[in-house]
């Protein structure tokens, strides 16, 4: 089981930027930290994932070219760095650990563990 602390949300008005931290309490060997985010009235979204042992990532589609992901490995922190922002991606935002082949499969069946959430607000 690993616990994890999100921080960094906020709001800002569109094309801004912010900075998400999901900070792992317990081994992050062979884990995979991913984001999903939810909006009201709308499912789930895979949003990004990074694998701690290498830091490969991989993006949604909606996301691609505007968020970036890393992470500072002896912090046990990983980083969701979202540029470009738009009111479309105003959500609550969910950071989550699971197995390495979550971070390609980027489905929410594969994670155990979930973060408090964190709101992003983009107004237009």
């Known amino acids: 089981e690993v616990q994890l602390v999100e921080s960094g949300g906020g709001s800002v008005q569109a094309g801004g930027s912010l900075r998400l931290s999901c900070a792992a309490a317990g081994s992050t060997r062979n884990l995979c930290l991913a984001w999903f985010r939810q909006a009201p009235g709308k499912e789930r979204e895979a949003v990004a994932s990074?694998?701690?042992?290498?830091?490969?990532?991989r993006y949604g589609d909606s996301v691609k070219g505007r968020f970036t992901v890393s992470q500072d490995h002896a912090k046990k922190t990983a980083y969701l760095q979202m540029s470009g922002l738009q009111p479309e991606d105003t959500a609550t935002y969910y950071c989550a650990a699971g197995p390495p082949f979550g971070c390609t499969a980027l489905n929410t069946r594969w994670f155990d563990d979930w973060g408090q959430g964190t709101q992003v607000t983009v107004s237009s």
């Open positions: 990074i694998y701690m042992d290498t830091g490969s990532s």
